[in-house]
T-cell receptor
Framework: TQLLEQSPQFLSIQEGENLTVYCNSS?????LQWYRQEPGEGPVLLVT?????EVKKLKRLTFQFGDARKDSSLHITAAQPGDTGLYLC?????????????FGKGTLLTVNP | DVKVTQSSRYLVKRTGEKVFLECVQD?????MFWYRQDPGLGLRLIYF???????EKGDIPEGYSVSREKKERFSLILESASTNQTSMYLC?????????FGSGTRLTVV
């Protein structure tokens, strides 16, 4: 059972376009993170959101945690080729195993110049 | 700059060999994790450790073992490498607010 569903799986856009990727679940998470992974490298943590409805901005990237803490979105404004990579969301369920994250399978983003 | 360091970026091993993958973190984290990443399957948890000498099986522990003798070091062992263990192996440390990953080891078993 895949607890975190990411969509779309693949996204190819032109430089300058805007995009949104989604991370959805039927489960409630105490926190949710977004990572970016470049080819041949490990994922790098971009942001952690912990409060339902929370919005965080990181330059051209906007992250939102759903009110019910079951879903999240990542919006990129004016995408650049340097944004190319695999975007992973991950959630912590809380309680005694809060340190153990559940990962989605990712959205592979290609930004063409 | 905080780091998780994996000992090798690329490894080629023969079927049946015993393989050691080493991971060291400098953040004093209690929790450390080993994942493998394969196209279409995402990140799959092999083993994790929440304290020195403590370990727990993840989702796909078969064919693997781990060792954590010191807080900063977490080793993954392939007892007898097989071709279906060819993969990208990622070590991480951290907790519910996020993980720091190493750069990965691309292991090929021939």
């Amino acid at each position: 059972t895949q607890l975190l569903e990411q969509s779309p799986q693949f996204l190819s856009i032109q430089e300058g376009e805007n995009l949104t990727v989604y991370c959805n679940s039927s489960s409630v998470f105490s926190s949710l993170q977004w990572y970016r992974q470049e080819p041949g490298e490990g994922p790098v943590l971009l942001v952690t959101v912990v409060t339902g409805g929370e919005v965080k901005k990181l330059k051209r990237l906007t992250f939102q945690f759903g009110d019910a803490r079951k879903d999240s979105s990542l919006h990129i404004t004016a995408a650049q080729p340097g944004d190319t990579g695999l975007y992973l969301c991950a959630g912590a369920r809380g309680g005694g195993s809060n340190y153990k994250l559940t990962f989605g399978k990712g959205t592979l983003l290609t930004v063409n110049p | 700059d905080v780091k998780v360091t994996q000992s090798s970026r690329y490894l080629v091993k023969r079927t049946g060999e015993k393989v050691f993958l080493e991971c060291v973190q400098d953040m004093d984290h209690e929790n450390m994790f080993w994942y493998r990443q394969d196209p279409g399957l995402g990140l799959r948890l092999i083993y994790f450790s929440y304290d020195v000498k403590m370990k727990e099986k993840g989702d796909i522990p078969e064919g693997y073992s781990v060792s954590r003798e010191k807080k900063e070091r977490f080793s993954l062992i392939l007892e007898s490498a097989s071709t279906n263990q060819t993969s990208m192996y990622l070590c991480a440390s951290g907790g519910g607010r996020g993980y720091t990953f190493g750069s990965g080891t691309r292991l090929t078993v021939v």
